[in-house]
């Protein structure tokens, strides 16, 4: 009897260990399409880590279409926070030259410290001539890195995302990103004329994203967001130590196809909106403070320039202040239910 018992808890043993076998078996036999598909979706230091699973996966990595490098993956940063990593430029190299798809999906780059800004563009290059539909950068540089001159004209992206500040220069002709339709960008401070000439000149721009950072010690800028094309527009306002003070910055939209727009807010600006008559869902979230000296007139000029809105979300500072304003000077302001 004892020995039945022990027999049978071998076989299933036996069962289990070729059931995980199979399932193991089972991944492993997926056409390389789809174990790439599958690679994608995580960084290329994961992906490129696959390769000691077994020989049947030693070179799938070097046929993913999307290619993501994030310094911040590496085991043993230095301390200091200004110094390159040591091996990372050289990894996206050899990546870069080892990998064989005809078309990079997308290619994301994240240096939080500083690189080699002669390797990066060749990195962008690269990614160029493999005709990339989506780059995402990141570069911890400290100071404003001039953006590489292919990207301008090329007809290849349709997504760029820039998440630090990058020195942008509209070109001579006119137009730029000219197959973008979804472009995010964070800006610095930035100038009347790069806000002014860029939205303008993307003659395929859709969906656009934009982080404005204000400082202290520059004058607070005018934001001119221009676009025949545009449709979804989100932005978004961050300060520094300018909670307790008056900011007069302006933000002036002209977007005649612009369904859904999003302001997020520290600050209270000045808003002049223009031929916003396909507009369906406005968000409005912005600060106020009881002690902040704003005109509270600001609310209800904002407010009337996205009249012809069906949906609208105000959040409690706004509402405060268009109270205010209400209160001392009662314009006749209508919001379509």
Same mark, same amino acid.
């Given at each position: 009897?004892? &020995?039945?018992?022990? %027999?049978?808890?071998? *076989?299933?043993?036996?069962?289990?260990? *070729?059931?995980?076998?199979? %399932?193991?078996?089972?991944?492993?036999?997926?056409?390389?399409?789809?174990?790439? &598909?599958? /690679?994608?979706?995580?960084?290329?230091?994961?992906?490129?880590?696959?390769?000691? #699973?077994? @020989?049947?996966?030693?070179?799938?990595?070097?046929?993913?279409?999307?290619?993501?490098?994030?310094? $911040?993956?590496?085991?043993?940063?230095?301390?200091?926070?200004?110094?390159?990593?040591?091996?990372?430029?050289?990894?996206?190299?050899?990546?870069?030259?080892?990998?064989?798809?005809? @078309? #990079?999906?997308?290619?994301?780059?994240?240096?939080?410290?500083?690189?080699? /800004?002669?390797?990066?563009?060749?990195?962008?290059?690269?990614?160029?001539?493999?005709?990339?539909?989506?780059?995402?950068?990141?570069?911890?540089?400290?100071?404003?890195?001039?953006?590489?001159?292919?990207?301008?004209?090329?007809?290849?992206?349709?997504?760029?995302?820039?998440?630090?500040?990058?020195?942008?220069?509209?070109?001579?002709?006119?137009?730029?990103?000219?197959?973008?339709?979804?472009?995010?960008?964070?800006?610095?401070?930035?100038? +009347?004329?790069?806000?002014?000439?860029?939205?303008?000149?993307?003659?395929?721009?859709?969906?656009?994203?934009?982080?404005?950072?204000? &400082?202290?010690?520059?004058?607070?800028?005018?934001?001119?967001?221009?676009?025949?094309?545009? *449709?979804?527009? +989100?932005?978004?306002?961050?300060?520094?130590?300018?909670?307790? $003070?008056?900011?007069?910055?302006?933000?002036?939209?002209?977007?005649?196809?612009?369904?859904? /727009?999003?302001?997020?807010?520290? /600050?209270?600006?000045?808003?002049?909106?223009?031929?916003?008559?396909?507009?369906?869902?406005?968000?409005?979230?912005?600060?106020?403070?009881?002690?902040?000296?704003?005109?509270?007139?600001?609310?209800?000029?904002?407010?009337?320039? #996205?009249?012809?809105?069906?949906?609208? &979300?105000?959040?409690?500072?706004?509402?405060?202040?268009?109270? $205010?304003?209400?209160?001392?000077?009662?314009?006749?302001?209508?919001?379509?239910?």
């Amino acid at each position: 009897m004892a &020995h039945d018992r022990q %027999n049978n808890v071998t *076989k299933r043993k036996r069962g289990r260990s *070729k059931t995980n076998r199979g %399932n193991a078996d089972r991944i492993s036999a997926l056409p390389d399409s789809v174990l790439c &598909h599958i /690679l994608s979706y995580i960084p290329t230091k994961h992906a490129v880590a696959t390769s000691v #699973i077994a @020989k049947r996966w030693k070179n799938v990595w070097t046929a993913v279409p999307n290619l993501s490098f994030d310094d $911040r993956l590496c085991l043993r940063p230095p301390a200091s926070t200004y110094v390159p990593l040591r091996g990372f430029a050289d990894f996206v190299h050899t990546v870069l030259l080892r990998t064989n798809p005809v @078309k #990079i999906g997308k290619f994301s780059l994240y240096c939080s410290r500083p690189t080699n /800004l002669a390797r990066f563009y060749d990195w962008i290059a690269t990614a160029l001539m493999r005709e990339v539909g989506e780059i995402q950068l990141y570069l911890g540089q400290q100071s404003r890195v001039e953006l590489p001159e292919a990207i301008y004209s090329a007809a290849c992206l349709k997504v760029l995302t820039l998440d630090s500040d990058f020195s942008i220069q509209v070109p001579s002709s006119g137009t730029c990103f000219p197959s973008v339709k979804i472009l995010s960008v964070r800006l610095e401070n930035p100038e +009347k004329s790069v806000t002014e000439n860029l939205f303008c000149s993307c003659p395929s721009l859709e969906e656009l994203s934009v982080t404005c950072e204000l &400082h202290d010690d520059t004058p607070p800028p005018n934001l001119i967001i221009s676009s025949a094309t545009l *449709k979804t527009c +989100k932005l978004t306002v961050r300060s520094e130590d300018m909670l307790f $003070r008056e900011v007069d910055y302006m933000l002036t939209i002209t977007a005649p196809k612009l369904e859904s /727009l999003e302001i997020y807010s520290d /600050l209270l600006g000045s808003f002049v909106m223009h031929d916003l008559h396909s507009l369906k869902k406005v968000k409005l979230d912005i600060m106020h403070a009881e002690w902040a000296q704003v005109d509270p007139y600001r609310a209800i000029q904002l407010l009337a320039g #996205i009249n012809s809105c069906k949906y609208l &979300h105000l959040s409690a500072g706004i509402m405060s202040v268009s109270n $205010r304003s209400y209160y001392f000077s009662s314009p006749s302001v209508f919001i379509q239910a």
